[in-house]
């Protein structure tokens, strides 16, 4: 999709959700010389500005086994749930969340016309599945904006497509799964993980795809930094000085991983490879982060990749210039 068209369809995320949308505006979408669109400065922007503020198209929880069950309206975890009376089969902590327009005319509604297999009780299965269901509830702008994102199609995995079809009585139609298939892998590619703090014991992990946020491109010495509120809406600030025409990149790594994490993380979830500047350098800007001791008795050197942007190569130590293979220091 052109630049031109996906500045279209923002205008009608940023009206639909009343945000900030005047003239004086830092960013635009054009096209990016690391590939496909990216977010360009339309002025000089100074370290800790606001860029822009930003709320989910698509929010929910994660599809991972390992996290508590929580509230499918306010994602609390730390309270009693019970199944919601309408039969949808998803836990609510509330009465305010069970008969709340987002849950009723969303999942609550699908969910009761695909008829859950779990009876009176709720299901877990049901909840991690619950971000494909919201997407058959999105109107039609709301799709095109959604399908303007990156999508791995054949790379996108089924288990969640699968566990909603092990919890239903009827599945859902071609078309209906062919959406949910997109959205795996939309989400896949472009999603934001959120997670929210209740205490110093108890996080509660989501993920949300956000429409301006998703159009920044990855660099390993990003020039923002973001943070999301209790209400789940992302802000993005500058991190950097950032020129008029510089393109404005987020990291989608953790700062403190090495080269070999991040690129590794990178070509699984994201499905390329990055060469940036620092990932070129072994040393990584002298900070040295995926460097190991050398093994050799008495050797103070440490072992680098002769090539850091590949993945077999070599290491080699700074000081005794012993060799080990990659098999050797991934084991």
Not at 68 to 73: A, E, K, S
Not at 168 to 197: W, Y
Request: a neutral charge.
């Amino acid at each position: 999709m052109e630049p031109r068209q996906t500045e279209e369809l923002l205008q009608f995320h940023l009206r639909e959700n009343n945000l900030p949308q005047d003239e004086s505006r830092s960013w635009r979408i054009e096209r990016s010389p690391l590939g496909g669109r990216g977010m360009f400065a339309m002025r000089d922007i100074q370290p800790g500005e606001l860029i822009f503020m930003d709320v989910p198209l698509l929010l929910g929880p994660r599809c991972h086994s390992k996290y508590l069950p929580m509230c499918v309206v306010c994602y609390k975890n730390d309270c009693p749930l019970f199944p919601c009376d309408h039969g949808c089969g998803l836990p609510i902590c509330s009465t305010k969340c069970e008969n709340s327009l987002m849950h009723a005319r969303a999942e609550c509604r699908i969910l009761r016309e695909l008829e859950p297999t779990c009876g009176s009780t709720w299901s877990k299965d049901l909840l991690l599945t619950v971000v494909l269901i919201r997407a058959l509830a999105l109107s039609s702008e709301q799709r095109r904006l959604l399908f303007a994102f990156e999508c791995h199609l054949n790379l996108a995995p089924n288990y969640e497509i699968d566990l909603l079809k092990r919890n239903i009585t009827h599945l859902p139609d071609e078309e209906q799964l062919a959406l949910m298939k997109r959205i795996c892998g939309i989400f896949n590619t472009n999603s934001f993980e959120v997670v929210a703090v209740r205490d110093k014991d108890r996080v509660v992990s989501l993920r949300g795809i956000y429409p301006i946020g998703a159009l920044q491109n990855h660099c390993c010495v990003p020039n923002t930094r973001h943070h999301f509120d209790d209400q789940q809406r992302l802000y993005m600030s500058a991190a950097l000085p950032i020129a008029a025409g510089q393109e404005i990149t987020m990291s989608y790594t953790d700062l403190l991983w090495d080269t070999r994490s991040r690129r590794c993380f990178l070509r699984v979830t994201k499905h390329f490879s990055c060469d940036c500047n620092r990932c070129s350098d072994p040393l990584e800007f002298g900070s040295q982060l995926g460097a190991l001791l050398c093994a050799k008795e008495n050797c103070p050197g440490h072992l680098l990749p002769c090539d850091s942007l590949s993945y077999e190569s070599s290491w080699t130590c700074s000081e005794c210039q012993t060799s080990v293979s990659h098999r050797q220091v991934k084991s």
